[in-house]
């Protein structure tokens, strides 16, 4: 057989590239690497938006991450009573300031979930109940077991709980996170604390969005007295001291009013404050979208004016409204955090991060119970998770920038 001579590549045989019957290896045939590039360039070329921003945003691997804990901590969100281990609402003098029992997972060498039990003492000086972990009393546990009824949603009843005793039939306790001082079990009011605190955060943020939207677009869009007119009351809107301002608003609330009125008046004051920022990124984008050619095209079409705003400029603007809501979502947290924690916002019987830190508001009971303060760790992990997901989701918004 005659070997035949690459013009491109002096004195070598096809035969010495590679082996029939075996795909090339990569680099030993010319040309191999430019057909990838080139398919890649193409199909870089003809993707839409949404998918250049999620090949952008998928190489924000801190952003991934956080993108799976606020996933977790939204599934949270829904079905508090799901990961709860008991109603957050059950008290019992009998085990008051119970400290924290941390999960084991190796116990004699055997794999599973175990938690060591807890033996109280009177303290003869102070009076004061005082615990210490037994590790010689173990009580094993085990995914997805039945215990207190909930809702979910309010639509659907169950039973089922994350994680529960491996008896269903034995009276034995465990406490995650420890308890407060009436003695109610601090992980389920955590869960049902972030179901109250993130829904806040969601409902302010998704009305100042729909407001800095409208309002924001209208402004761009038609220019004029409607643009003067909106811009004096952002203004005065932001030149306002905002921690005044929610204090004089919050509490000049009716301390009559029911857990479910408070709730809703906080969401619209947050709302109503937070808008703001983006009206004014809006007009400023809108202001250059109006003169682009599909604008004037949809216009000499007799398209309505509304449906050029909403229909033609704003689905433009989707990756920077997505990533600006998920940079206010905190602000908003943070906002209901402290408020309530003032004893300004949401007031116990109700359940959020900023009720629960009320319990650590003095220096006995945190030298007493220091777990008190791990609500202010869920708050924490939170809010960074959704900040580092903004600056993630914000970057990939504009895929062709480098």
Not at 97 to 124: K, M, S, T
Not at 343 to 368: D, K, M, T, Y
Request: charged share 15%.
């Amino acid at each position: 057989m005659t070997d035949i001579v690459r013009p491109d590549i002096p004195g070598r045989a096809t035969d010495d590239l590679f082996t029939p019957g075996q795909p090339p290896e990569p680099g030993m045939v010319p040309g191999v690497e430019a057909m990838e590039a080139d398919d890649e360039a193409h199909a870089i070329y003809v993707a839409p938006n949404w998918k250049l921003v999620w090949w952008r945003f998928k190489k924000h691997r801190l952003a991934m991450i956080s993108g799976v804990v606020v996933c977790v901590i939204a599934l949270i969100a829904i079905a508090p009573g799901f990961f709860a281990t008991l109603d957050p609402e059950e008290t019992k003098s009998s085990r008051l300031f119970i400290p924290v029992q941390r999960l084991h997972f190796v116990h004699d060498g055997r794999l599973g979930v175990y938690i060591y039990g807890v033996e109280g003492a009177r303290n003869p000086v102070s009076l004061r109940m005082e615990w210490q972990i037994d590790p010689d009393r173990v009580i094993p546990l085990a995914l997805f077991r039945p215990g207190y009824s909930y809702e979910i949603l309010g639509l659907f009843e169950s039973d089922l709980h994350l994680i529960g005793l491996a008896d269903s039939e034995s009276d034995a306790e465990f406490h995650i996170l420890g308890t407060d001082r009436l003695g109610r079990d601090q992980w389920s009011r955590l869960m049902y604390g972030t179901q109250v605190s993130l829904s806040i955060g969601l409902v302010a943020v998704a009305i100042s969005t729909i407001l800095g939207i409208i309002l924001g677009g209208i402004s761009g869009y038609f220019g004029g007295t409607v643009d003067m007119i909106i811009q004096r009351l952002i203004e005065i809107l932001q030149s306002l001291p905002a921690i005044p301002v929610w204090l004089a608003l919050t509490a000049a609330l009716p301390r009559t009013w029911t857990v479910e009125q408070v709730y809703f008046a906080i969401t619209v004051i947050l709302a109503l404050i937070g808008w703001t920022t983006l009206a004014r990124e809006i007009r400023g984008r809108f202001l250059a979208l109006r003169e682009e050619d599909f604008v004037i095209a949809a216009k000499l079409t007799g398209s309505s004016e509304a449906r050029i705003v909403f229909r033609h400029m704003v689905p433009t603007l989707y990756s920077h409204i997505i990533a600006a809501v998920t940079l206010a979502i905190p602000v908003m947290i943070i906002n209901e955090t402290f408020l309530s924690f003032l004893g300004l916002g949401l007031r116990p019987p109700a359940i959020s991060w900023g009720v629960l830190l009320q319990e650590a508001q003095n220096l006995q009971s945190i030298a007493l119970a220091p777990w008190l303060l791990l609500p202010g760790v869920a708050v924490i992990i939170t809010v960074l998770a959704l900040n580092i997901l903004g600056d993630g989701l914000r970057d990939a918004a504009d895929p062709y920038s480098h």
